[in-house]
């Protein structure tokens, strides 16, 4: 790569820039991956942590309620689930949470945030709707439409919400006027997770495409002004495979230090912002699209690169 290494230190100036953009954009994509999975963790982590498949109301249009807008009669020997969004207060405090009630569990769980906003302790007294419970743990449960979960018996959340019926059935076996949702889906029994995530996915893919456009129109631009040197290269008897190949590794080289740095400076910057927003690392997405960047960059240099392979030096240099 002795001509592309020349180029760049030569023209210090457009290289530097181009690789500053590129790691800006890399920047935003771990940015924005590491906040969609934030995001994905304060909607569903509850329901993911659920053991199997659901089953929910059947809806108007066939397909399964949302875990808010099922209700669904408890069957005996299937165990249920109860969600509702509600208020848990202690003194004069009062927070939102979304009381999950099982029909298999016998003690009343609150995460330790909300345990330490509303100063509650094992044993504490706190009032669940206008229904008073005693604390019996204090854990991690997770969260459900970026509320804290509750985790409490079936029975309890019925009373503390006045409900008769509850919102699942925890089970794969056929209940008539209910349909079956597989563990996998479950993210999709959450009101407005489906569209919350399709957003991020699209501003996420848009980025990587844009990156692609962004190198692919750099190289295309400067091969055109390089025609000439080349031309000239050709004629002292350089091959198109060396051209091509010393094109792709300048390309390669530029793309990688712009990645780079762009990964170092987005992790730190999700790091930092992690104490203020959601955000989670997410290390198979993100190397997954700094990898996507990484060929599609490439694709869009090596098309951009097409006209070394066909510089003819006679021509070039008449021009």
């Given at each position: 790569?002795?001509?592309?290494?020349?180029?760049?230190?030569?023209?210090?100036?457009?290289?530097?820039?181009?690789?500053?953009?590129?790691?800006?954009?890399?920047?935003?994509?771990?940015?924005?991956?590491?906040?969609?999975?934030?995001?994905?963790?304060?909607?569903?982590?509850?329901?993911?942590?659920?053991?199997?498949?659901?089953?929910?109301?059947?809806?108007?249009?066939?397909?399964?309620?949302?875990?808010?807008?099922?209700?669904?009669?408890?069957?005996?020997?299937?165990?249920?689930?109860?969600?509702?969004?509600?208020?848990?207060?202690?003194?004069?405090?009062?927070?939102?949470?979304?009381?999950?009630?099982?029909?298999?569990?016998?003690?009343?769980?609150?995460?330790?945030?909300?345990?330490?906003?509303?100063?509650?302790?094992?044993?504490?007294?706190?009032?669940?709707?206008?229904?008073?419970?005693?604390?019996?743990?204090?854990?991690?449960?997770?969260?459900?439409?970026?509320?804290?979960?509750?985790?409490?018996?079936?029975?309890?959340?019925?009373?503390?919400?006045?409900?008769?019926?509850?919102?699942?059935?925890?089970?794969?076996?056929?209940?008539?006027?209910?349909?079956?949702?597989a563990h996998r889906d479950l993210?999709?029994?959450?009101?407005?997770?489906?569209?919350?995530?399709?957003?991020?996915?699209?501003?996420?893919?848009?980025?990587?495409?844009?990156?692609?456009?962004?190198?692919?129109?750099?190289?295309?631009?400067?091969?055109?002004?390089?025609?000439?040197?080349?031309?000239?290269?050709?004629?002292?008897?350089?091959?198109?495979?060396?051209?091509?190949?010393?094109?792709?590794?300048?390309?390669?080289?530029?793309?990688?230090?712009?990645?780079?740095?762009?990964?170092?400076?987005?992790s730190l910057g999700a790091w930092i912002a992690s104490s203020t927003?959601?955000?989670?690392?997410?290390?198979?997405?993100?190397?997954?699209?700094?990898?996507?960047?990484?060929?599609?960059?490439?694709?869009?240099?090596?098309?951009?690169?097409?006209?070394?392979?066909?510089?003819?030096?006679?021509?070039?240099?008449?021009?």
């Open positions: 790569m002795y001509i592309g290494w020349r180029e760049i230190r030569d023209a210090r100036g457009r290289f530097t820039l181009i690789t500053g953009v590129i790691a800006v954009l890399t920047l935003m994509v771990v940015m924005l991956s590491s906040l969609a999975a934030g995001l994905d963790d304060e909607s569903t982590s509850a329901v993911r942590a659920l053991p199997g498949d659901v089953r929910t109301q059947t809806a108007a249009d066939g397909a399964a309620s949302s875990l808010t807008d099922s209700r669904v009669v408890p069957t005996a020997g299937v165990p249920a689930l109860g969600v509702a969004t509600t208020r848990i207060t202690a003194g004069e405090r009062a927070a939102a949470v979304s009381a999950f009630g099982f029909s298999d569990v016998d003690t009343v769980t609150v995460d330790p945030t909300t345990a330490s906003a509303l100063g509650l302790t094992t044993g504490s007294t706190a009032t669940i709707g206008s229904t008073p419970v005693r604390i019996d743990t204090i854990a991690v449960v997770g969260k459900y439409a970026h509320t804290p979960v509750l985790r409490m018996p079936l029975s309890l959340w019925q009373e503390a919400t006045g409900r008769d019926a509850a919102s699942a059935l925890l089970t794969d076996r056929y209940i008539p006027g209910t349909v079956r949702t993210p999709s029994l959450v009101p407005g997770y489906s569209s919350e995530h399709s957003s991020l996915l699209l501003i996420q893919a848009l980025l990587v495409g844009v990156s692609a456009i962004v190198v692919g129109g750099f190289f295309a631009v400067w091969t055109g002004q390089r025609v000439r040197a080349l031309a000239v290269v050709r004629a002292m008897g350089a091959s198109r495979r060396y051209l091509l190949r010393d094109g792709l590794g300048q390309a390669a080289a530029v793309l990688g230090v712009g990645l780079v740095v762009g990964l170092s400076v987005g927003v959601p955000i989670a690392v997410d290390l198979t997405a993100t190397a997954g699209l700094v990898a996507g960047m990484a060929v599609l960059g490439m694709a869009g240099a090596g098309l951009a690169l097409r006209p070394l392979v066909r510089v003819d030096p006679l021509i070039a240099l008449n021009r």
